[in-house]
């Protein structure tokens, strides 16, 4: 099946910073990818769209300023969580849309941040 | 807009059981449904997909049924074992290339 990576898998970093996070589908080509953040013991909620070539679509809430999302490639896409507090610290989860058949998503393994 | 609740929110049986893992959509158009499970500190692993147009899918001991009119669908496990225990997630698709919401997911324990 198709395989979808990210890293790092956890990080750990000082309020202030800036974190990139890393999304790859490593035997497929993926024009639309999709971010998602998840609190302890919560579902998954959505953050925003990735879209190759053109500018990610964001989920009501979430602040394009400060989750800078690029995604250059059709198989890679980034999530940079700008100036981070200790309230972004969550697992962020990234999927990739296949191209073809019924659309399945798959999904990375997920990243742990934590913001000291 | 789409909700999604998933019944119930913990479970734990004891090894052995058979057990049925809930989940409801308020709207009923949707393109398919997807169960996933998650262990803990871990990303999504998909179980079964359901297009809109099927009842059912089956995979060893997992089936997964949908009432697209109702708002419905149902996770079948059966003979749990320890190693079932995990969250497990429904989640709705309303477009070919839309993204998914999800339910809250159940927490499961499977005791030995």
């Known amino acids: 099946g198709a395989v979808v990576s990210q890293h790092p898998s956890w990080v750990i970093c000082k309020s202030g910073t800036s974190v990139k996070i890393e999304c790859r589908s490593l035997d497929f080509q993926a024009t639309t990818m999709f971010w998602y953040r998840q609190f302890p ?11 190759e070539g053109s500018k990610a679509t964001y989920e009501q809430g979430v602040e ?6 690029n995604h250059a490639s059709l198989t890679l896409s980034t999530l940079t969580v700008t100036s981070a ?3 972004d610290s969550s697992f962020y989860i990234c999927s990739a849309r296949a191209p073809a058949g019924d659309n399945e998503q798959f999904f990375g393994p997920g990243t742990r941040l934590t913001v000291l | 807009k789409q909700e999604v609740t998933q019944i119930p929110a913990a479970l734990s049986v004891p090894e052995g059981e058979n057990l049925v893992l809930n989940c409801s959509f308020t ?13 803990p500190g871990k990303g999504l692993t998909s179980l079964l997909l359901i ?56 927490r499961l324990m499977v005791k030995p």
């Not at chain 2, 709207?27 to 262990?39: C, G, K, P, T, V």
């Not at chain 2, 099927?54 to 669908?73: I, P, W």
Request: a positive charge; aromatic letters at 8%; charged letters at 20%.
């Open chain 1, 41 to 51: 013991k919560q579902s998954l909620m959505l953050m925003a769209t990735s879209n």
């Open chain 1, 85 to 87: 507090h200790p309230e």
């Open chain 1, 64 to 69: 394009k300023d400060k989750f800078l999302i």
């Open chain 2, 51 to 106: 297009q809109s147009s099927q009842r059912e899918q089956t995979s060893g001991r997992l089936n997964a049924s949908l009432d697209k009119s109702s708002g419905r669908s149902t996770l079948y496990i059966a003979a749990s074992q320890p190693g079932d225990s995990a969250t497990y997630l429904c989640a709705v698709k309303k477009n070919a290339g839309n993204m998914l919401t999800f339910g809250g997911g159940t």
């Open chain 2, 27 to 39: 709207d009923s158009a949707i393109y398919n449904l997807q169960w996933f499970r998650q262990d």
